[in-house]
């Protein structure tokens, strides 16, 4: 796999990149716009006009607040990711046909979120499905998606691929959360009511990923696997990656280090918002516009922090990152109520480390992947950021529990950085890359 990539033209090797850049392009809107900013209140609007005098709403015969209706669908979201992604992934590997299964995955993904338009009244039910679908086909496109990038890139370009990839993506999702904000906020000019605006938003999103889908689905091509590689079933593949990882203990370790501190990224990403409003009494204006900034900084962040790659290495730019987290984290908690201003700043420094952040630490661990099982490594990778993503918000909650201060949890998650600070400081790279058998770069 990794002869086939250095062997291609330059010129084709570009050309299958720029294509790979245009699916970030095309599932970020998702991200932004839908999970973000507009379903999660508007789900949790349709629950409750669904819910019983007690304010309970019953799947399947369950009693289940309104209020906790939307969190709980996510929770099922990332169960069944984690149930399909392994499977998913060792029949790319063992099949060599990654470009059809991402096709699949990626037009579940998007049809669900277009079948959003219908959700309205108390279609409670419908909206929890289709955001499982959703989400689910999302976290099993983007695995297959990562696992392009050692095919396409050669060592020495994976972090610059990389962090083109996540600016893409945030420059789609800022491009079209201001579109969709136009729309919702002047709903009346176009003739539409709140509620038909939110829905044309929704929709809006899964046909511009379905759109967008089409450019890296003509654009890639996939490899054909080693004979060695394509024997068992996927399953049984499954269970052979298992072990096949336990073989390679530094790749493990910096999937652990990833796992701890991406989990505090992903819960400062939902919690923010919650801090702004509850903590801090700013207006939902106010926190929108946060978001927006945070998407447009991303891809400044995004770029720059590849280019320090290239002078530091990725391990150590991305350990400044965290330190540069834990920063902003601090400062986060000394904001003072009913300030705008500095909330805005906090957010520009989120926005600063967030993509180059995330976009770094994939293309450091496509160089511990051992060649042949991009798709295979992927999916742990996947499971690491979906599987274990509930550590940061229970540990939110439970200091809010406890102390009754969203400002102390706000800082609870300071643990996340520096615990992830020490744990990827402590993986020796070079090691693991040439344990897994690639080549060492340069810088790394």
Not at 70 to 87: K, T
Not at 243 to 268: C, E, K, S
Not at 339 to 353: D, R, S, Y
């Amino acid at each position: 796999m990794a002869i086939d990539t250095v062997r291609a033209k330059p010129t084709d090797r570009r050309r299958e990149q720029r294509g790979w850049y245009f699916y970030d392009w095309a599932c970020s809107v998702y991200s932004t716009s839908v999970l973000t900013v507009f379903l999660g209140p508007y789900l949790t609007s349709v629950a409750e006009s669904a819910a019983d005098a007690d304010g309970f709403v019953h799947p399947l015969g369950i009693p289940v607040r309104a209020g906790s209706f939307f969190a709980y669908a996510v929770s099922l979201s990332v169960i069944v990711a984690v149930l399909v992604m392994p499977v998913v992934g060792a029949a790319a590997d063992r099949t060599g046909r990654k470009k059809p299964l991402l096709g699949a995955a990626a037009y579940v993904g998007a049809a669900a979120t277009a079948g959003m338009f219908f959700l309205d009244g108390d279609r409670y039910l419908l909206g929890g499905l289709l955001l499982v679908v959703a989400n689910a086909a999302q976290s099993v496109a983007m695995m297959l998606y990562n696992s392009y990038l050692p095919q396409i890139a050669p060592p020495e370009e994976r972090d610059a691929v990389s962090s083109r990839g996540w600016a893409f993506g945030y420059a789609a999702g800022s491009l079209v959360l201001v579109a969709n904000l136009v729309l919702y906020t002047a709903h009346d000019t176009f003739g539409l009511t709140e509620t038909a605006a939110v829905r044309v938003c929704l929709a809006s999103a899964g046909l511009w990923w379905g759109a967008f889908t089409l450019v890296p689905l003509r654009r890639l091509r996939d490899r054909r696997p080693r004979p060695e590689e394509a024997t068992a079933p996927g399953l049984r593949q499954l269970t052979a990656t298992v072990r096949d990882m336990r073989r390679h203990p530094l790749t493990l370790a910096f999937l652990l280090a990833y796992l701890v501190y991406n989990d505090g990224i992903q819960t400062v990403i939902s919690q923010a918002s919650v801090y702004g409003s509850e903590e801090l009494g700013l207006g939902q204006s106010t926190l929108i516009g946060a978001v927006l900034l945070v998407q447009v900084l991303a891809v400044a962040g995004a770029l720059a922090m590849g280019r320090l790659a290239r002078t530091y290495g990725a391990k150590r730019t991305i350990l400044g990152s965290l330190v540069a987290w834990t920063v902003t984290l601090g400062a986060g908690f000394f904001l003072p109520a009913g300030a705008p201003l500095w909330f805005f700043v906090l957010a520009a420094g989120i926005g600063l480390v967030l993509g180059g952040s995330q976009a770094l630490s994939r293309s450091l661990f496509s160089h511990l992947v051992p060649p042949g099982k991009e798709a295979e490594y992927f999916s742990a990778y996947e499971l690491s950021d979906r599987g274990m993503s509930w550590l940061g918000p229970l540990l939110f909650g439970i200091t809010y529990q406890l102390t009754g201060s969203y400002r102390d949890a706000i800082l609870s998650l300071v643990a996340f950085f520096v615990i992830g600070f020490t744990l990827l400081a402590r993986v020796p790279v070079r090691r693991a890359i040439g344990d897994a058998g690639n080549p060492v770069p340069e810088r790394i």
